[in-house]
T-cell receptor, first 109, second 111 residues
Protein backbone atom coordinates (compact mmCIF):
# COMPACT_ATOMS: atom_id res chain seq x y z
CA UNK A 1 0.00 0.00 0.00
CA UNK A 2 1.34 3.43 -0.91
CA UNK A 3 1.93 5.85 1.94
CA UNK A 4 -0.06 8.60 0.19
CA UNK A 5 -2.88 7.60 -2.11
CA UNK A 6 -4.93 9.76 -4.40
CA UNK A 7 -7.21 9.18 -7.37
CA UNK A 8 -5.00 9.62 -10.46
CA UNK A 9 -7.95 10.83 -12.53
CA UNK A 10 -7.93 12.30 -15.07
CA UNK A 11 -10.67 14.73 -14.13
CA UNK A 12 -12.21 16.65 -17.02
CA UNK A 13 -14.60 19.39 -15.91
CA UNK A 14 -16.12 22.45 -17.58
CA UNK A 15 -14.93 25.92 -16.74
CA UNK A 16 -16.77 27.29 -13.73
CA UNK A 17 -17.37 23.90 -12.15
CA UNK A 18 -16.41 22.89 -8.62
CA UNK A 19 -13.99 20.00 -8.35
CA UNK A 20 -12.85 18.07 -5.29
CA UNK A 21 -9.76 15.94 -4.79
CA UNK A 22 -9.28 13.45 -2.00
CA UNK A 23 -6.19 11.87 -0.55
CA UNK A 24 -5.45 9.40 2.23
CA UNK A 25 -2.20 8.80 4.07
CA UNK A 26 -1.13 5.77 6.06
CA UNK A 27 1.52 7.06 8.48
CA UNK A 28 -0.13 8.56 11.55
CA UNK A 29 3.22 10.14 12.52
CA UNK A 30 3.00 12.48 9.53
CA UNK A 31 3.52 16.03 10.67
CA UNK A 32 2.60 18.47 7.94
CA UNK A 33 0.39 18.33 4.91
CA UNK A 34 0.33 20.18 1.60
CA UNK A 35 -1.13 20.37 -1.85
CA UNK A 36 1.32 21.02 -4.67
CA UNK A 37 0.52 21.88 -8.24
CA UNK A 38 2.59 20.62 -11.17
CA UNK A 39 2.13 21.90 -14.70
CA UNK A 40 3.06 19.66 -17.61
CA UNK A 41 6.83 19.08 -17.74
CA UNK A 42 7.41 21.64 -14.99
CA UNK A 43 8.50 21.44 -11.36
CA UNK A 44 6.02 21.06 -8.47
CA UNK A 45 5.02 24.28 -6.75
CA UNK A 46 3.39 24.68 -3.37
CA UNK A 47 -0.31 25.47 -3.73
CA UNK A 48 -1.22 25.56 -0.06
CA UNK A 49 -0.56 24.02 3.30
CA UNK A 50 -3.36 22.04 4.95
CA UNK A 51 -4.43 22.50 8.55
CA UNK A 52 -6.85 20.60 10.78
CA UNK A 53 -9.00 23.70 11.10
CA UNK A 54 -9.29 23.90 7.34
CA UNK A 55 -7.93 26.76 5.31
CA UNK A 56 -8.99 28.74 2.31
CA UNK A 57 -7.05 30.69 -0.29
CA UNK A 58 -9.35 32.37 -2.74
CA UNK A 59 -11.13 29.68 -4.74
CA UNK A 60 -9.16 26.90 -3.05
CA UNK A 61 -10.14 25.20 0.22
CA UNK A 62 -8.12 22.49 1.91
CA UNK A 63 -9.18 20.24 4.78
CA UNK A 64 -7.34 17.75 6.97
CA UNK A 65 -8.95 15.03 9.06
CA UNK A 66 -6.22 13.51 11.23
CA UNK A 67 -8.52 10.88 12.74
CA UNK A 68 -9.40 9.51 9.30
CA UNK A 69 -5.99 10.35 7.83
CA UNK A 70 -7.71 12.12 4.99
CA UNK A 71 -6.88 15.31 3.09
CA UNK A 72 -9.05 17.14 0.61
CA UNK A 73 -8.81 20.03 -1.85
CA UNK A 74 -11.81 21.89 -3.26
CA UNK A 75 -11.55 24.21 -6.23
CA UNK A 76 -14.51 26.47 -6.84
CA UNK A 77 -15.34 28.36 -10.03
CA UNK A 78 -12.58 26.55 -11.91
CA UNK A 79 -10.56 28.41 -14.53
CA UNK A 80 -8.76 27.15 -17.61
CA UNK A 81 -5.50 28.01 -15.85
CA UNK A 82 -6.30 25.51 -13.09
CA UNK A 83 -5.51 22.67 -15.51
CA UNK A 84 -2.55 20.85 -13.95
CA UNK A 85 -1.64 17.83 -11.85
CA UNK A 86 -2.42 18.23 -8.17
CA UNK A 87 -0.13 16.40 -5.76
CA UNK A 88 -1.11 15.49 -2.22
CA UNK A 89 1.97 15.70 -0.02
CA UNK A 90 2.78 14.60 3.52
CA UNK A 91 5.90 15.65 5.41
CA UNK A 92 7.53 12.99 7.58
CA UNK A 93 10.21 14.89 9.40
CA UNK A 94 13.54 16.34 8.23
CA UNK A 95 11.74 17.96 5.31
CA UNK A 96 11.15 14.56 3.77
CA UNK A 97 8.10 14.99 1.56
CA UNK A 98 6.06 11.98 0.53
CA UNK A 99 4.07 12.66 -2.62
CA UNK A 100 0.96 10.97 -3.87
CA UNK A 101 0.72 9.88 -7.47
CA UNK A 102 -0.99 13.12 -8.46
CA UNK A 103 -4.43 13.82 -9.90
CA UNK A 104 -4.54 15.24 -13.39
CA UNK A 105 -7.16 17.97 -13.90
CA UNK A 106 -8.25 19.42 -17.22
CA UNK A 107 -10.65 22.37 -17.31
CA UNK A 108 -12.57 22.54 -20.57
CA UNK A 109 -13.87 25.81 -22.06
CA UNK B 1 16.13 36.63 -7.88
CA UNK B 2 17.49 33.33 -9.14
CA UNK B 3 15.53 30.27 -8.14
CA UNK B 4 16.90 26.76 -7.79
CA UNK B 5 19.00 25.98 -10.84
CA UNK B 6 19.81 22.51 -12.10
CA UNK B 7 22.10 21.21 -14.80
CA UNK B 8 22.01 19.64 -17.23
CA UNK B 9 18.34 20.06 -18.15
CA UNK B 10 18.30 17.00 -20.40
CA UNK B 11 20.72 14.15 -20.89
CA UNK B 12 20.84 10.74 -22.48
CA UNK B 13 22.98 7.91 -21.14
CA UNK B 14 23.31 4.22 -21.83
CA UNK B 15 22.96 1.38 -19.36
CA UNK B 16 25.97 0.93 -17.10
CA UNK B 17 27.15 4.52 -17.43
CA UNK B 18 27.47 7.04 -14.63
CA UNK B 19 25.75 10.41 -14.34
CA UNK B 20 26.30 13.53 -12.22
CA UNK B 21 23.50 16.04 -11.76
CA UNK B 22 24.10 19.46 -10.26
CA UNK B 23 21.99 21.83 -8.23
CA UNK B 24 22.45 25.40 -7.02
CA UNK B 25 20.03 26.38 -4.26
CA UNK B 26 18.39 29.73 -3.77
CA UNK B 27 20.84 32.16 -2.21
CA UNK B 28 20.80 31.78 1.56
CA UNK B 29 19.21 28.34 1.56
CA UNK B 30 21.26 25.75 3.42
CA UNK B 31 19.17 22.66 2.77
CA UNK B 32 19.06 20.75 -0.50
CA UNK B 33 16.91 17.73 -1.25
CA UNK B 34 16.80 15.42 -4.25
CA UNK B 35 13.72 13.71 -5.66
CA UNK B 36 13.15 11.27 -8.51
CA UNK B 37 9.96 11.55 -10.55
CA UNK B 38 9.15 8.71 -12.90
CA UNK B 39 6.61 9.50 -15.61
CA UNK B 40 3.07 9.32 -14.27
CA UNK B 41 4.12 9.20 -10.63
CA UNK B 42 4.72 11.72 -7.89
CA UNK B 43 8.27 12.67 -6.90
CA UNK B 44 10.05 10.23 -4.59
CA UNK B 45 12.51 11.37 -1.93
CA UNK B 46 16.16 10.38 -2.48
CA UNK B 47 18.34 12.52 -0.17
CA UNK B 48 18.33 15.59 2.01
CA UNK B 49 21.44 17.57 2.98
CA UNK B 50 21.70 20.38 5.49
CA UNK B 51 24.90 22.25 6.20
CA UNK B 52 26.81 19.66 4.14
CA UNK B 53 25.59 16.74 6.22
CA UNK B 54 23.20 14.04 5.05
CA UNK B 55 20.00 14.39 7.06
CA UNK B 56 17.78 11.92 5.27
CA UNK B 57 17.92 9.11 2.75
CA UNK B 58 15.07 7.49 0.85
CA UNK B 59 14.70 3.91 -0.27
CA UNK B 60 17.20 3.98 -3.12
CA UNK B 61 20.12 1.61 -3.82
CA UNK B 62 23.71 2.47 -3.04
CA UNK B 63 24.23 3.33 -6.70
CA UNK B 64 22.73 6.68 -5.73
CA UNK B 65 24.94 9.08 -3.80
CA UNK B 66 25.04 12.80 -3.20
CA UNK B 67 27.03 15.49 -1.52
CA UNK B 68 26.71 19.13 -0.60
CA UNK B 69 29.52 21.61 -1.03
CA UNK B 70 30.59 24.53 1.23
CA UNK B 71 28.65 26.94 -1.00
CA UNK B 72 25.54 24.74 -0.41
CA UNK B 73 25.35 23.55 -4.01
CA UNK B 74 24.87 19.82 -4.43
CA UNK B 75 25.58 16.92 -6.73
CA UNK B 76 23.61 13.73 -7.23
CA UNK B 77 25.56 10.81 -8.63
CA UNK B 78 24.10 7.64 -10.05
CA UNK B 79 26.37 4.73 -10.99
CA UNK B 80 25.72 1.69 -13.18
CA UNK B 81 22.63 3.22 -14.75
CA UNK B 82 19.59 1.04 -15.37
CA UNK B 83 16.71 1.65 -17.75
CA UNK B 84 14.51 2.22 -14.71
CA UNK B 85 16.61 5.21 -13.67
CA UNK B 86 15.06 7.19 -16.52
CA UNK B 87 13.20 9.98 -14.76
CA UNK B 88 13.02 13.65 -13.93
CA UNK B 89 15.44 14.41 -11.09
CA UNK B 90 14.31 17.34 -9.01
CA UNK B 91 16.36 19.38 -6.60
CA UNK B 92 14.67 21.45 -3.91
CA UNK B 93 16.12 23.98 -1.49
CA UNK B 94 14.96 25.63 1.71
CA UNK B 95 16.25 27.46 4.77
CA UNK B 96 16.15 24.14 6.62
CA UNK B 97 12.50 24.34 7.52
CA UNK B 98 9.45 25.67 5.79
CA UNK B 99 8.61 25.64 2.12
CA UNK B 100 10.69 23.68 -0.37
CA UNK B 101 11.41 25.38 -3.67
CA UNK B 102 11.98 23.05 -6.59
CA UNK B 103 14.18 23.52 -9.61
CA UNK B 104 12.93 22.65 -13.09
CA UNK B 105 14.74 19.33 -12.94
CA UNK B 106 17.16 17.27 -14.97
CA UNK B 107 15.47 14.86 -17.35
CA UNK B 108 17.54 11.68 -17.65
CA UNK B 109 16.93 9.10 -20.33
CA UNK B 110 18.76 5.78 -20.08
CA UNK B 111 18.92 3.72 -23.28
Amino acid sequence: RKEVEQDPGPFNVPEGATVAFNCTYSNSASQSFFWYRQDCRKEPKLLMSVYSSGNEDGRFTAQLNRASQYISLLIRDSKLSDSATYLCVVERGAQKLVFGQGTRLTINP
Amino acid sequence: DAGVTQSPTHLIKTRGQHVTLRCSPISGHKSVSWYQQVLGQGPQFIFQYYEKEERGRGNFPDRFSARQFPNYSSELNVNALLLGDSALYLCASSWGAGELFFGEGSRLTVL
